[in-house]
Structures are given as structure tokens and as C-alpha cells.
């Protein structure tokens, strides 16, 4: 008996027995729901984030050396000074670095006694004397109250350096005129105006009211 091929089957399809074409079609969907699989798996595998890194990121600060001799306490002020403050210039006279300190709204009292430091109006504290022995050769830290550009402000040297020098350098800044404050680490304070207070030398020990202070407030 002639076997005759269907309308569409090739000569080796039609050749083939029934249990090979169940085979090859069984294989196929295998092979496609494999990649299948394998597809999912990658898209989650790309799209998942990623986990933080658990590593502490270490940085080592040195910190600055201050200048030798001149000390400098920065500190948050109490309130913000709104209507009076102190401008703050560091400038560099005849090689010698300086600080100018030079009120703003702000007029000077003299306040004897400890309760001068503690006044809560107060924008600018130095200490002072009613006389003042100063070696002219001397080298040490310097202070003085000088009239500049027809301004009050306080001048300090941030290192040791002799009187003649530092009245060299009033002179050089067109001072009006000069007095000498307690140098060394004769105590001072200024507020800035956005709020931050700076200490200069250290806390007067004596607390028999015997202190006498500049305070502009």
C-alpha cells in the first residue's frame, strides 16, 4: 500500500515515526521555558538595589597649632548682638601680625570689679590698669587702646614683640591717639556680629573687686 504526504509535510517529516515528532515538540517547549527562566532571573537580579556598604569611612584631623604666645578661645555668645557687635580684622603691620578689634554701636564704661566679665550687654571686655610699667625692650605680647579713623578700637599683637615696635605699628595704622592696656595674658573678650564670642588671655583670678575692666556695651 503507497503511503501518500499530506498537503504541507515535507518528505522527512512525513518519513518520521509519531513518537519522534512528540520528542522534538516536548524538547522545543523545554528549550523556551528555559529562557524563560534564565530572563526573569537576570531583570530581578539587575533591577534589586543594591545593599549600603558597611564600611566606616575613617578621617584623621590634626589639629592647628596656635600661635606661640597668643591665645585664642572661640565660643558661642549668649544672644546675637543685633544693635552693637565688634568687627574683628586680623592685618599684618611692619611684618608683625596684628588684631584689630573695633566696637560698632557701642560705648566704653569702666567697671571695677569681677561682675564686669558677667554683664550680659556687654560686646567688647578688657582689662585695664590706672598705671602701667612697661619695658619698651621687652618683648611679650602687646595691647592698647588707639583711635583709628576717628574709631575706638583695641589693637593686640599676636606674638611677642617690644614696645617700640608696637608703637611703631600705631603709628603706622594712623592711630589719633594711644594708651597702653595690660598685655601678656591681661584678659579680653569680644562678641561678633553673629553672635560668636571670642576670649583672649586668661580669666582674671582675683575676685576681691580690685579688677578694673573697659566694657562697651
Given at each position: ?18 513518537q ?35 564600611r ?59 561682675e ?31 583711635r ?66 573697659i566694657?562697651?556695651?
Amino acid at each position: 500500500m503507497n503511503h501518500q504526504n499530506k498537503p504541507g509535510d515535507t518528505e522527512d517529516t512525513a518519513s518520521r515515526p509519531p513518537q519522534e515528532k512528540g520528542f522534538g515538540t516536548v524538547m522545543n517547549l523545554m528549550l523556551a521555558l528555559s529562557v524563560v527562566v534564565i530572563t526573569v532571573i537576570m531583570c530581578r537580579w539587575m533591577i534589586a538595589p543594591s545593599q549600603p556598604s558597611t564600611r566606616r569611612l575613617e578621617t584623621k584631623v590634626t589639629p592647628a597649632s596656635p600661635a606661640p604666645g597668643f591665645t585664642v578661645l572661640t565660643q558661642a555668645a549668649p544672644r546675637p548682638s543685633v544693635h552693637s557687635y565688634v568687627d574683628i580684622r586680623d592685618t599684618v603691620v611692619a611684618h608683625n601680625p596684628i588684631v584689630i578689634l573695633t566696637p560698632r554701636g557701642a560705648s566704653a564704661h569702666n567697671v571695677i570689679g569681677m561682675e564686669a566679665l558677667s554683664d550680659p550687654e556687654a560686646v567688647m571686655v578688657m582689662e585695664c590698669a590706672e598705671v602701667i610699667m612697661e619695658n619698651p625692650e621687652e618683648r611679650c605680647l602687646r595691647k592698647g587702646l588707639a583711635r583709628i579713623a576717628g574709631r575706638q578700637s583695641v589693637v593686640m599683637s599676636k606674638r611677642r614683640i617690644s614696645g617700640h615696635d608696637f608703637k611703631n605699628v600705631i603709628m603706622l595704622l594712623g592711630a589719633a591717639s594711644y594708651l597702653p592696656l595690660p598685655g601678656t595674658t591681661a584678659y579680653g573678650s569680644a562678641v561678633k556680629s553673629n553672635g560668636e564670642k571670642r576670649e583672649y588671655g586668661a580669666i582674671p583670678t582675683d575676685t576681691g573687686g580690685k579688677k578694673t575692666f573697659i566694657v562697651w556695651k
